[in-house]
């Protein structure tokens, strides 16, 4: 009986991960617009819950609770959507559950959408933590694995079959984590009966922030004519002055679809147009997409129709916002539009009081702010995709980012087999499928700090890199090290390096005078190996806010700035040479699981987890607007006033 609850859960996921690695990817993922042809309904706010507390974790399965109401099988509790659910109740073993938790929510379907059998109702989940299924009206609509990116579903014939209005969905989450999933983690049993009771289990992990699980993103209906766009790729460069838009449009539902693309500029006048699913679209005068304070008009963004004609007259029209820019790595440089782009930013956490990785849209106007004060150009998505909201954002404010899959924390050779590698593959394959139309993205990491020196490292990322090549040639490659050059396998096979290292925190702790010395003995090996362009993409201390000291010490505010300073003093030598960015570990403090270095989470922020600015924030702003200033064009009201 050793092997029951979360183990069998655990073995459930797995063979679920399984099925997901064997189906190839089908269909877009665009993002639920309204139209002439679509209506959105979003069906977030609060849903029943509860989690299945059996030993097994099973009693869902075997009772059945997606056959009926939830109510009628056990307690239920109000549960917020989005949000994790972790840090909702007083209840502590809801706050540390590992398996199966059940929503459901009764929704009013209008009934033309029903009558109308021209009408094609998707249901669609933004992300929920980890593996996921979905039943509507006790029908199972779809399952998906991966807790960072969206998944829907046609639910047209379930809901005109079963005409139950409001209709019941039903959604069961499990968090498990095993050495095949990402990020990996494994499920341990306590077997000595004297220190713990029998089934006793913990789930391991590799990685730095708390598991929060729950739908973290909206859950929407909408609906589409049968006949519709199903997917749309652009790619944009440009020529002197004239930006050529290249597209290609999918429709399902149609044989002979007829369409039409339309390119608009901000006024709304009509600049390009075409007819047919591929073409170039030519645009004269270009205003190109430059980065926040690249530029005095930054963040330009076309406006694409697509409208796709059925043969029964049907149309249906979507519009995506398009921004024109090329991106290029040489061996020093990375360079958008042909201009020397430096990353001065920031490493973000999708994490918040209470809500944990629920999306929110206060947190995510505030951050904005807090980046654009701050004279942050870029950030990547530590440790796995954010919410598209984010990146549209970025779209329009002109913030660059890598964009980041959640290939965190594999540390053990069992996660470099071929399961492995295939689902990570599939990662990268729904990552770029949902994010290969934004301007804002410039690069994709497929992993942080793998276990790189580990022989089964350098065929896994060659694999993994020219995979993710092939999906979008445009944009370059790379995962985040921590490894020593000389023992890393995968950086031959990356467009850039990625580095992190915390001198004087983990290494040499409390001894800030070696920095200099160490950092540019880093920068000098990885280039003096590879050639390649050098990101510092991760570099911090802990700083307990209203901690002080001086001299400074480990923890303090003062020890976090002084960090910075020496880090930056070498920044800005070899900024010269082949270092092209700075992101700070982190934004902001944020939460992890309990243990021996974490005093309430990881407290390397520069701003508290509530928003508020440590003194390194106000050392940062100093820094990034004077590098904008002297390497960017700065519209009149972006220059920062202190310079
Ligand atoms: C880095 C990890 C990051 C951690 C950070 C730290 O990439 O996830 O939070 O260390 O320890 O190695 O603060």
């Known amino acids: 009986?050793?092997?029951?609850?979360?183990?069998?859960?655990?073995?459930?996921?797995?063979?679920?991960?399984?099925?997901?690695?064997?189906?190839?990817?089908?269909?877009?993922?665009?993002?639920?617009?309204?139209?002439?042809?679509?209506?959105?309904?979003?069906?977030?706010?609060?849903?029943?819950?509860?989690a299945d507390l059996s030993p097994e974790r099973s009693r869902g399965f075997e009772q059945q609770w997606f056959k009926g109401p939830l109510a009628e099988t056990g307690p239920v509790i109000d549960m917020p959507v989005p949000s994790s659910y972790n840090d909702i109740t007083q209840d502590g073993k809801i706050q540390d559950f590992i398996g199966w938790v059940w929503y459901e929510k009764d929704v009013w379907v209008p009934s033309r959408w029903i009558q109308d059998r021209g009408t094609r109702i998707v249901l669609r989940v933004g992300s929920a933590h980890y593996y996921s299924m979905l039943w509507v009206n006790g029908v199972k609509v779809t399952e998906h694995v991966g807790g960072h990116l969206p998944f829907e579903a046609d639910i047209s014939g379930v809901l005109r079959q079963t005409s139950v209005n409001p209709c019941r969905i039903t959604i069961a989450v499990n968090n498990t984590l095993t050495l095949e999933t990402l990020p990996p983690g494994t499920i341990q049993y306590m077997n000595d009966r004297t220190r713990y009771p029998a089934g006793y289990f913990v789930q391991n992990t590799n990685f730095d922030f708390f598991n929060y699980a729950g739908i973290h993103r909206s859950v929407l209906l909408y609906t589409t004519p049968q006949a519709h766009i199903d997917d749309i790729t652009v790619e944009t460069t440009f020529s002197d002055n004239i930006g050529l838009v290249s597209f290609n449009v999918s429709v399902l539902g149609s044989s002979k679809p007829a369409v039409k693309v339309t390119l608009s500029a901000h006024d709304g006048r009509c600049v390009a147009s075409a007819d047919g699913s591929r073409g170039v679209l030519k645009v004269t005068d270009v205003n190109l997409w430059w980065p926040y304070l690249m530029h005095e008009n930054p963040a330009y963004l076309y406006s694409m129709e697509v409208q796709a004609t059925a043969e029964d007259g049907q149309t249906d029209v979507y519009t995506l916002p398009v921004g024109i820019r090329t991106i290029k790595v040489t061996n020093k440089q990375f360079l958008i539009n042909n201009k020397p782009f430096y990353f001065h930013g920031v490493n973000k956490h999708e994490d918040a009081d209470i809500r944990g990785k629920g999306f929110d849209w206060p947190l995510v106007v505030k951050d904005l702010n807090l980046m654009k004060w701050?004279?942050?150009?870029?950030?990547?998505?530590?440790?796995?995709?954010?919410?598209?909201?984010?990146?549209?954002?970025?779209?329009?404010?002109?913030?660059?980012?890598?964009?980041?899959?959640?290939?965190?924390?594999?540390?053990?050779?069992?996660?470099?087999?071929?399961?492995?590698?295939?689902?990570?593959?599939?990662?990268?394959?729904?990552?770029?499928?949902?994010?290969?139309?934004?301007?804002?993205?410039?690069?994709?990491?497929?992993?942080?700090?793998?276990?790189?020196?580990m022989p089964p490292a350098g065929l896994y990322f060659k694999e993994l890199v020219s995979h993710t090549k092939s999906l979008d040639s445009s944009r370059p490659v790379t995962y985040i090290t921590a490894s020593n050059y000389a023992r890393d396998l995968g950086a031959p096979y990356v467009d850039v390096i990625c580095v992190n290292s915390?001198?004087?925190?983990?290494?040499?702790?409390?001894?800030?005078?070696?920095?200099?010395?160490?950092?540019?003995?880093?920068?000098?090996?990885?280039?003096?190996?590879?050639?390649?362009?050098?990101?510092?993409?991760?570099?911090?201390?802990?700083?307990?806010?209203?901690?002080?000291?001086?001299?400074?010490?480990?923890?303090?505010?003062?020890?976090?700035?002084?960090?910075?300073?020496?880090?930056?003093?070498?920044?800005?030598?070899?900024?010269?040479?082949?270092?092209?960015?700075?992101?700070?570990?982190?934004?902001?403090?944020?939460?992890?699981?309990?243990?021996i270095i974490r005093v309430v989470g990881n407290k390397k922020g520069i701003?508290?987890?509530?928003?508020?600015?440590?003194?390194?924030?106000?050392?940062?702003?100093?820094?990034?607007?004077?590098?904008?200033?002297?390497?960017?064009?700065?519209?009149?009201?972006?220059?920062?006033?202190?310079?």
């Open 1 to 50: 009986m050793g092997s029951s609850g979360a183990e069998r859960a655990a073995k459930r996921l797995f063979l679920a991960a399984l099925c997901g690695v064997c189906q190839a990817l089908q269909g877009g993922i665009l993002f639920p617009t309204e139209s002439p042809s679509r209506e959105v309904k979003d069906v977030s706010g609060l849903w029943s819950f509860r």
């Open 374 to 453: 701050m004279g942050v150009n870029s950030f990547r998505t530590s440790h796995y995709p954010y919410a598209e909201e984010i990146l549209q954002m970025a779209d329009r404010h002109g913030i660059v980012i890598i964009d980041e899959c959640p290939g965190v924390g594999i540390k053990d050779i069992r996660s470099f087999g071929n399961v492995s590698l295939a689902h990570h593959l599939t990662v990268m394959e729904e990552l770029v499928r949902r994010d290969k139309n934004h301007p804002s993205v410039v690069m994709w990491s497929v992993a942080n700090e793998p276990a790189s020196e």
């Open 502 to 595: 915390y001198l004087s925190w983990y290494h040499d702790p409390g001894h800030t005078e070696l920095i200099s010395l160490q950092l540019n003995t880093q920068f000098d090996n990885w280039y003096g190996k590879y050639q390649k362009p050098i990101i510092q993409s991760e570099y911090g201390a802990d700083a307990v806010p209203g901690l002080h000291s001086d001299p400074p010490m480990m923890f303090t505010e003062e020890y976090q700035k002084t960090v910075l300073q020496n880090y930056h003093n070498v920044f800005d030598q070899k900024r010269k040479e082949f270092v092209i960015g700075e992101l700070i570990w982190n934004f902001a403090d944020f939460m992890t699981s309990q243990n």
């Open 607 to 643: 701003f508290t987890r509530q928003r508020q600015p440590k003194a390194g924030a106000f050392l940062l702003r100093e820094r990034y607007w004077r590098i904008a200033n002297e390497t960017g064009v700065l519209p009149t009201w972006a220059r920062y006033p202190c310079l």
